[in-house]
């Protein structure tokens, strides 16, 4: 597994401490922990985006309009956690802003909390939909709903170099 995990990453990263929760507990999420490690360019300011290609890239509702109701296979409750050292040599300069959407009233939630200390940044990522089925009627909401995540998920963190 780390193996594959390792693959999908566009640069040369090493990856360790490979942990995997509840995979024989159906009554509990599957958690998969790691530690990344990765060499730095030799760069006066570096982009960084947290959700490390694990956050959704395309929205799944792509046509503007349907007749048809949504039906998923189930409702969804996926959380993403991260934390990572500030390199050694850099400070934050930018960090996204944290947000909560949520979709109609009590359907579903967005929440993307990021922090920073004066050594790390803490980033919690939080999909809930409540429901699997949304009516044609619900579906410009919901087509919306997953843009924003989108556009949220893409943005990165800017590091600068300490003077």
Known sequence: MLRSIQNSFIDKVELSALEIDSLDNYDHPVQVRYNIDCDLPDSDILYFNP???EGYKDN??????RMYPVEMPYARDELYIFT????TGYEVDELPQSVK???NKDDGVFEYMISKSSTTVNLRSRIRLNRATFGSEEYAALRGFFAQI???QSERIVFKKKK
């Open 51 to 53: 959700m490390l290609g």
């Open 101 to 103: 959407i949520n979709l």
């Open 84 to 87: 990572m050292d500030i390199p």
């Open 150 to 152: 989108v556009k949220k």
């Open 60 to 65: 799944p509702f792509k046509s503007e309009n």
